[in-house]
T-cell receptor, first 115, second 113 residues
Framework: GAGVSQSPSNKVTEKGKDVELRCDPI?????LYWYRQSLGQGLEFLIY????????KSGLPSDRFSAERTGGSVSTLTIQRTQQEDSAVYLC?????????????FGNGTRLTVT | DQQVKQNSPSLSVQEGRISILNCDYT??????FLWYKKYPAEGPTFLIS?????DKNEDGRFTVFLNKSAKHLSLHIVPSQPGDSAVYFC????????????FGKGTSLLVTP
């Protein structure tokens, strides 16, 4: 079956432009997570959705970052007025339900480069 | 602040030998721990996990050990194979935060023939 799908796989943008990253979770997975990995860093938690609601937005680095999820499925992460420090690999993950016994299934990520 | 720490950025092991990857954590509320494996240009994939009520979990060549008093866990791979070469991420989670995963920075394992 299809795994978590992310698009685009690569995105190069100019500083100050807005970008939208898309995540298609595994069908039926109710929980969806966004992480990012900057160069030489671990995976940094950004936001988590249970269905369409986001109980935990604590990881969003600034108000330039926002995310939404519609229909309990596709999610978009939007970064406004991109800065060079936003350059990273943005990873999306899903699981059937939040909880310890439900390991995350990750997509291959979107590599964002802000020039 | 980094609540999950992997202090060895890289490790090189000969094929057939044991690989030991270490991880330390600071948050005593963490009650579930996982290891993920990541190949270049791919997302991390789940490898093995352990609940805080256990001190060992084994799955084939992979064993995870948890020492709660020391806030330390380790992943043992025996015997190591060249296909095990990847970046290994330690992760921890807690019920109070909805089990969102806190990841370490990863250890790059190279298994040489």
């Amino acid at each position: 079956g299809a795994g978590v799908s992310q698009s685009p796989s690569n995105k190069v943008t100019e500083k100050g432009k807005d970008v939208e990253l898309r995540c298609d979770p595994i069908s039926g997975h109710t929980a969806l997570y966004w992480y990012r990995q900057s160069l030489g860093q671990g995976l940094e938690f950004l936001i988590y959705f249970q269905g369409n609601s986001a109980p935990d937005k604590s990881g969003l680095p600034s108000d330039r970052f926002s995310a939404e999820r519609t229909g309990g499925s596709v999610s978009t992460l939007t970064i406004q007025r991109t800065q060079q420090e936003d350059s990273a690999v943005y990873l999306c993950a899903s699981n059937p339900q939040s909880g310890p016994n439900s390991p995350l299934h990750f997509g291959n990520g979107t590599r964002l480069t802000v020039t | 602040d980094q609540q999950v720490k992997q202090n060895s950025p890289s490790l090189s092991v000969q094929e057939g030998r044991i690989s030991i990857l270490n991880c330390d954590y600071t948050n005593s509320m963490f009650d579930y721990f996982l290891w993920y494996k990541k190949y270049p240009a791919e997302g991390p994939t789940f490898l093995i996990s352990i609940s805080s009520i256990k001190d060992k979990n084994e799955d084939g060549r992979f064993t995870v050990f948890l020492n709660k008093s020391a806030k330390h866990l380790s992943l043992h791979i025996v015997p190591s194979q060249p296909g095990d070469s990847a970046v290994y991420f330690c992760a921890a989670s807690a019920m109070y935060s909805g089990y969102a995963l806190n990841f370490g920075k990863g250890t790059s394992l190279l298994v040489t023939p």
